[in-house]
Nanobody, 122 residues
Framework: VQLQASGGGLVQAGDSLRLSCAASERTFGSYVMGWFRQNPGKEREFVACITSGGITNNADSVEGRFTISRDNAKNMVYLQMNSLKPEDTAVYYC?????????????????WGQGTQVTVSS
């Protein structure tokens, strides 16, 4: 499975961005999709994930502001990010896990995209 993330950019605090991730295979539809973020020198941090059936799980830090969704017909997963804060600044990665339930650990994800930079200025 190959993943291509896009949609990052430079925005101001309070703005919104929508990240997209395209998967190369139709089997993507049966897997859990997740978004993680990472800053230099820090561990990769869980943001949100969604099962093939649409069950979602969000990190506490983004609950109520970020929404993950997917379109299995298009092999796409999205991350709508509202009310962005400077602390949301990071490289955002999409990932695929072959688990059938929501998973937060990066170790349980099997495939990763290349990342897209999100920078939020104060």
């Amino acid at each position: 499975v190959q993943l291509q993330a896009s949609g990052g950019g430079l925005v101001q605090a309070g703005d919104s961005l929508r990240l997209s991730c395209a998967a190369s295979e139709r089997t993507f539809g049966s897997y859990v999709m997740g978004w993680f973020r990472q800053n230099p020198g820090k561990e990769r941090e869980f943001v949100a994930c969604i099962t093939s059936g649409g069950i979602t799980n969000n990190a506490d830090s983004v609950e109520g502001r970020f929404t993950i969704s997917r379109d299995n017909a298009k092999n796409m997963v999205y991350l709508q990010m509202n009310s962005l804060k400077p602390e949301d600044t990071a490289v955002y990665y999409c990932a695929v896990s072959k688990f059938q339930r929501t998973v937060r650990s990066a170790k349980l994800y099997d495939y990763w995209g290349q990342g897209t930079q999100v920078t939020v200025s104060s």
